[in-house]
């Protein structure tokens, strides 16, 4: 099973950089491999804070899991959503944890917790950054980040998530030891804020893929640091928690669509191709990063 499983994720990794390839062919791109290589490391500390919230919400459990092997079970994860279906990346996380004495439900359920709360912080980061900074499709913008907030924010607070995961578990009865996840508010209240900053650090990634294209100066000229920062963080935001409600292997075609559609306007007279090449060198740089 376990062979099965890895080769349907190099099959799905290598098909997606095998696409981003022949996109990037379409550019004359000549990035600062430093810069690229700052975008990686900022993706994956972002991530980190997701990882961190998972491994708090199994210890609301009672599991006792390891923290390397967390990280390594939620990094090898996400090279599970570039598979059509998405449900191998919680697959390959349980699956990991059950070395470490993580019951199947426990990582199952808390992963799926930690997918929501990621999705929730996401859309509410963006929608605070939008009520305090104007961009072009405010408005529209807006209306799509309130509705993300509202239905990720309903199935992530504490009592529904314990719902869910008793419902979930239910019908394996003894099978899954009967589990359920007992989330707790301060572990939900806590994991949001660290992901909240995650968010941001994943916004400094896409900063660091502009400068690596020599790209950033329109945005800072227009919004300042703060400003610039926080408009990078909203783009990357909406654009992954759009991609994951697409249910398309790795969100692949509206997560791009929907960065160079918020991000073109602000970019000058060249914005969009600016932004397409910008959504592709960053596409590669977190999938190397994931598999890194």
């Given amino acids: 099973m376990r062979v099965v499983i890895a080769l349907a994720v190099i099959a799905g990794v290598g098909r997606r950089i095998w ?4 996109e990037l062919a379409a550019y004359n791109l000549r990035p600062a491999p430093s810069w690229l290589a700052a975008s990686g490391a900022a993706y994956l500390v972002g991530l980190s804070s997701c990882a961190a919230f998972w491994w708090m919400a199994m210890r609301d459990r009672g599991a006792r899991p390891r923290w390397p092997r967390t990280f390594a079970a939620y ?21 990991m944890m059950r070395d470490s004495g993580v019951g ?28 305090a900074i104007d961009v072009p499709y405010r408005g529209y913008l807006l209306v799509s980040a309130g509705a993300l ?19 979930a578990t239910k019908p394996f009865g003894d099978v ?30 896409l900063g660091a893929v502009l400068i690596a294209l020599d790209e950033l100066s329109p945005v800072g000229d227009q919004f300042g ?38 991000l073109a306007p602000v970019l000058g007279s060249d914005g969009v191709a600016v932004a397409a090449a910008a959504a592709v060198v960053l596409r590669v740089v977190w999938i190397l990063a994931e598999g890194a």
């Fill in 19 to 22: 696409l981003e390839r022949a």
């Fill in 75 to 95: 990094f090898a994860g996400h090279l599970g959503k570039y598979v059509p279906g998405k449900g191998l990346v919680v697959v390959i996380r349980a699956g």
């Fill in 104 to 131: 199947a439900a426990t990582a199952a359920i808390t992963c799926v917790h930690e997918t929501v709360l990621m999705m929730a912080t996401g859309s509410l980061v963006a929608l605070a950054i939008l009520l």
């Fill in 149 to 167: 907030t509202a239905g990720f924010g309903f199935l992530a607070i504490p009592p529904i998530a314990t719902h869910l995961g008793r419902l």
């Fill in 176 to 205: 899954m030891g009967a589990e359920s996840h007992a989330s707790r508010w301060s572990t939900v209240l806590i994991g949001a804020a660290m992901i909240a900053v995650g968010w941001i650090v994943m916004g400094l990634s």
């Fill in 225 to 262: 640091v703060a400003g610039a920062v926080g408009l990078l963080t909203a783009v990357v935001a909406l654009a992954t928690v759009g991609g994951f409600v697409s249910m398309l292997p790795g969100g692949f075609g509206l997560r791009e669509w929907i960065l160079v559609e918020t």
